[in-house]
C-alpha cells in the first residue's frame, strides 16, 4: 500500500507540531490508519500521545473515547535521531568489524548527533522507513525546531554531503606528504572549530571515519535518492504552516517558491494562531460604570477597554491582509486554512480535537 504523505513544514514556533498532531488526530478519528512522526515535542504534548520518551518505536494513541470512525488509528513516535543513525549504518554496514569502526568513531558520533541538520537527514530517513513498511494510510511529519524552515529542505544535502565525498574529505586529504590540507591551507579557522569540537587527534579521525564510512556510502546515497523521490511523489504534500506575522509569512512565501522550485508538492497553506475580528463593535455606552468608582475612574477603565478592543481590531485587520497575501500568492487550486489561536491549552488531546473543524480533511489535500 501507498501511504500518502504530509509534511508540515514552517519557521520557528509557527505551531508545527501542534498542528502536526491535530491534523494526525483528525485523520485517524475520521477513519484512517495514522502515524505521526514528531520531532521534539513539548513535554506535556508527548506525554498526551504517549511519547514520554524519545523513542522510534510507534506509540499507539489511546484514542477511543473519541469514538473514532472505523478504521481509525494515531500511532505516534517522537525522532530519534541517533539511534535512527546507527541503525541504518549497521544496516549498511558489511560487516561488523565495519560498522563498529563507524559507530565507535568520534567525528561520527560528533556529526552524527550534533552536526546541523542531522536530524532533518534522519526525519526524512525514518519516514522513508515508515513509507516503505507501507502499513499506514497516511504518515505525518512535523519538522525539526530550526531557525529558518528552509533548513529543512537544504540539510540533507548538506549533512549527506558530510557523510560523503564532501569538502571534509578533501580538507582532510594529505596535500603531500607531512601535511594536512585543512592545517597548511591558511584554513585555520576550519582547523581550529574541528579541534575544538573533537579534541586533539580530530583531523585524523576524521580521515578515518571517511575511510570506514565508504563501506556504507554507496548505500547511503541510495537511500538519499530514494528520500528525494520520495519528497516528490505524487502522494506527498508539504503544507506550509504559518502565523500571519510578517517574518513567518515572508517565510512561507519564499518557501512556497523553493518547493515549486525543487518540484516538490504543495499542500496549502496552514495559518495559524489568527485572530478573529472582535464580534460587535463596542460603544462607550455599552460599557456599564463600575460599581464604587468614580465617574472619573470609571471613565479610565472605558477607555482601557475601548483601547484594547481597538488594538485587537488592528491586529485582526493586519492578519486580514496577511491572509490575503498568501491566498494570492498560493497556486490557483491550492488550500488556506485558518486555526485560530486558542485560549486553551493544546497540549492534550481535547485541545488538539478542538482544532479539526479548521483543519483540512485528508481529501482536501
Ligand atoms: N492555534 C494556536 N493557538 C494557541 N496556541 C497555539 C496554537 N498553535 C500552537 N500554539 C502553541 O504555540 C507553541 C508553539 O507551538 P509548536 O507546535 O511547538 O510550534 P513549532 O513546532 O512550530 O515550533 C506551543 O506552546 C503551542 O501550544
Ligand atoms: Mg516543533
Redesign the pocket.
Known amino acids: 500500500m501507498r501511504s500518502q504523505i504530509v509534511i508540515?513544514c514552517?519557521?520557528?514556533?509557527?505551531?508545527?507540531?501542534?498542528?502536526?498532531?491535530a491534523l494526525a488526530l483528525k485523520w485517524a478519528l475520521d477513519g484512517a490508519t495514522v502515524a505521526v512522526l514528531t520531532?521534539?515535542?513539548?513535554r506535556r504534548?508527548a506525554d498526551s500521545l504517549s511519547i514520554g520518551a524519545l523513542s522510534n518505536e510507534a506509540r499507539a494513541v489511546p484514542i477511543e473515547a473519541f469514538a473514532p470512525a472505523a478504521g481509525g488509528r494515531l500511532d505516534a513516535m517522537m525522532l530519534d535521531a541517533r539511534s535512527t543513525f546507527d541503525e541504518l549504518v549497521s544496516r549498511m554496514a558489511p560487516s561488523s568489524d565495519a560498522r563498529d569502526r563507524i559507530l565507535n568513531n568520534r567525528y561520527y558520533r560528533f556529526a552524527s548527533e550534533k552536526l546541523g541538520g542531522s536530524h532533518e537527514y534522519m526525519a526524512m530517513e525514518r519516514l522513508l522507513q515508515l513509507a516503505d513498511a507501507g502499513t499506514y494510510d497516511v504518515i505525518v511529519l512535523?519538522?525539526p525546531?530550526t531557525r529558518h524552515a528552509l533548513d529543512f529542505l537544504k540539510a540533507p544535502d548538506r549533512m549527506a554531503g558530510l557523510m560523503d565525498q564532501g569538502v571534509l574529505r578533501w580538507l582532510v586529504m594529505p596535500a603531500r606528504k607531512g601535511g594536512w590540507r585543512a592545517l597548511e591551507l591558511g584554513s585555520e579557522a576550519i582547523a581550529k572549530v574541528l579541534k575544538r569540537l573533537l579534541g586533539r587527534g580530530t583531523v585524523g579521525e576524521i580521515a578515518e571515519f571517511f575511510d570506514a564510512f565508504k563501506s556504507v556510502a554507496d548505500g547511503m546515497r541510495e537511500r538519499s535518492i530514494k528520500v528525494h523521490n520520495l519528497l516528490r511523489g505524487h502522494s506527498t504534500r508539504f503544507l506550509l504552516?504559518t502565523t500571519p506575522a510578517p517574518a513567518a509569512r515572508a517565510e512561507a512565501l519564499y518557501f512556497l517558491g523553493l518547493l515549486s522550485e525543487k518540484e516538490m508538492p504543495f499542500g496549502g497553506f496552514l495559518i495559524?494562531?489568527?485572530l478573529t475580528a472582535p464580534a460587535h463593535a463596542l460603544r462607550p455606552e455599552d460599557i456599564p460604570d463600575s460599581d464604587g468608582l468614580t465617574a472619573e475612574q470609571s471613565a479610565d477603565i472605558r477607555a482601557g477597554i475601548l483601547q484594547a478592543v481597538a488594538l485587537r481590531r488592528a491586529r485582526s485587520e493586519a492578519h486580514q491582509r496577511s491572509v490575503s497575501d498568501l491566498r494570492d500568492a498560493a497556486p490557483g487550486d491550492a488550500g488556506c486554512w485558518l486555526?485560530?489561536?486558542?485560549?486553551?491549552?493544546?497540549?492534550d488531546l481535547n485541545?488538539l480535537v478542538t482544532?479539526g473543524d479548521a483543519l483540512p480533511a485528508l481529501a482536501d489535500l
Open positions: 508540515c514552517g519557521s520557528g514556533g509557527v505551531g508545527k507540531t501542534t498542528v502536526s498532531a520531532i521534539d515535542p513539548a504534548l512535523d519538522t525546531p504552516v495559524n494562531r489568527y486555526v485560530a489561536d486558542q485560549e486553551r491549552d493544546l497540549h485541545g482544532l
